[in-house]
DNA sequence: TTGTCGATTGAG
DNA sequence: TCAATCGACAAT
């Protein structure tokens, strides 16, 4: 075909480290029919959680039920549930038996805004409906129910329309992640608004006496 | 079976 | 800066 502003949709794409996979959905639109209610969103932040190799990925100490979908065919949905109220939405990479997850940290709502508001604060900005990656997941109505879902099914109640040409972004240590920190696997559009903030991971530590650290 | 901690968010 | 809130998993 001539030259089309979209990249082939295909699931080697995905295939391979969530390194290169996650650039990749920078920019992808994802549409949501959950619950007979259309949401489209652009991805704009991303960060990238390996396997075996990464002490912060919940794959890292091998299969579990909770993140089976991992192991399995790229494209496809891991929902987890965090911090007792929040759901988070991953698209997996790498080729089966191999673990890998590319976590959707923030989008621009193109399609279905009210929708989207209804089901986040209705305090929150316009621009930042799905800002981080709980209200990006609330925005589109995804919970665990909907964790192994394809991704590249047309049927698909949930799925990846358009992947956006290569462009340019920025790269940064993953937000609120302790262990290995020093990993730049945050990726991000430039100029989006609803790219969230830094934050240094680290767990709180319980009777923290006053330890101001100050001199 | 128990205890600790978390890929967060929003209020104070 | 901190509480909310509960599932997963490691350690008993």
Redesign the pocket.
Known sequence: MGRSSRVNLDRDALAGPALDVAPLLLGAVLVSEVGGVRVACRVTEV?A?EGAQDP????F?GP????EV?FGEAGHL?C???????W?A?VTAQQAGTAA?V?LRAAEILDGEPAARAR??T??PPGKLA??????ARSLGLTGSHTGLDLLAAGSPVRIAELAPPGEYLTGP?????AAAEHPWRFWLPDAPSV?AY?P????R?GRTRQTGQP
């Open positions: 960060e959680y912060a990925s919940h794959a100490r579990t039920p909770r993140n991992m891991y987890y549930f965090v911090y007792g109220m929040h988070c991953n997850a976590l986040t604060r305090a929150t800002s981080g990656p709980a209200r990006l993953r937000v609120g992640v302790a969230s934050r991971g680290g767990r709180r319980a």
